[in-house]
């Protein structure tokens, strides 16, 4: 009888140390352990880090360390390191946390308006890990570009803005071919047909679409723009385009930070492949980084009999039209008295 009630009491006691032990360990695993206002924070762990450096970058937003150590021991986490982006969302338990911190998330990558490879290096390096450097020489490999159809002057046309979804952690190769991929998709049936029937390559359209859309930023506008422009090219003109004496100016300067509003005569003049006031045809080049719309411009101009264009006075943004240099000359003495009266000299 004795015995039967010593093992009754020693298996209450196991029930009751199990039932402890079971509760710390429920505890440790799935009660909340975040310490951070907000839904969701994002958590960024570099390439090569090890189980050190992530508790250092999730311990800002962890609310007891031991019992995500404890967990993350328990998942074997500490020999499985990931690099990437991670998102922590509030009241995640460790359980949570560790299993978050195995599944890299993605990042919407955006850019519009370079003017060089160079800065598209550095807008992207502002999202994704890479560096500037190593985002540059991968873009510029000779022997990527020569596999792709590009040159350094022309590698501008393979980024078609847009945005687009990537690895925070994705290496530069991985970028580059990526950013093929799109450019080739992007380059359909329609748009080649478009561009053979203009008798221009995609490099070419490229080219003369990153004119225009430096020549206006309204987008109803510039298919008229195009439609100028290549007016001036099936006549054999030069396309005396104020941009590209810009762009040349900037680049022969290195200093793509200075704002010329004004173009003037003695600018018209320098010797650069990309001024197209010196130099017939198109550019090397893009002379920046020209978006959708401005391509798809070139590629379904306006029809029209206009040769010339010059900056609207009454109609800020958009641009006065002509037939014959004489409308032209009218058009621009408008635009000069208005820029004098302005007192924009530069």
Partial sequence: MKLRRIVGIVSLIVVIGGTVIGYRMYQQIFSPNTKFGDERVAVFIPTGSDYEAVKKLVAPYVEDMDKLNS???????????????????????????????RQPVTVNVAFNNQETIERLAGRLSHQIEPDSLSLLEAFTDEKFLADNGFNKDNVLSMFIPNSYEFFWNTTPNKVREKMAKEYRKFWNEERLAKAKALNLTPLQVSALASIVHKETVKT????????????????????????????AMKKQSGDFDQVIKRVLFKDLVIDSPYNMYKYEGLPPG?????????????????????????????????????VTPAQHEANRQKYVAWVNKMGITR
């Fill in 220 to 247: 109803d506008e510039r298919p008229r723009v195009a439609g100028v422009y290549l007016n001036r090219l099936n006549k054999g003109m030069k396309l005396e385009a104020d941009p590209t004496v810009i762009y």
């Fill in 286 to 322: 893009p002379i920046a980084m020209p978006d959708i719309t401005a391509i798809d411009a070139v590629l379904n101009p306006e029809k029209h009999n206009y040769i010339y264009f010059c900056a609207s006075v009454t109609n800020f943004g958009y641009h006065e039209f002509a």
């Fill in 71 to 101: 967990v993350a021991e328990k998942k074997e986490y500490p020999a499985n390191v990931k690099a990437g982006k991670f998102i922590l969302k509030n009241g995640m338990n460790s359980n949570d946390i560790i299993n978050s911190l």
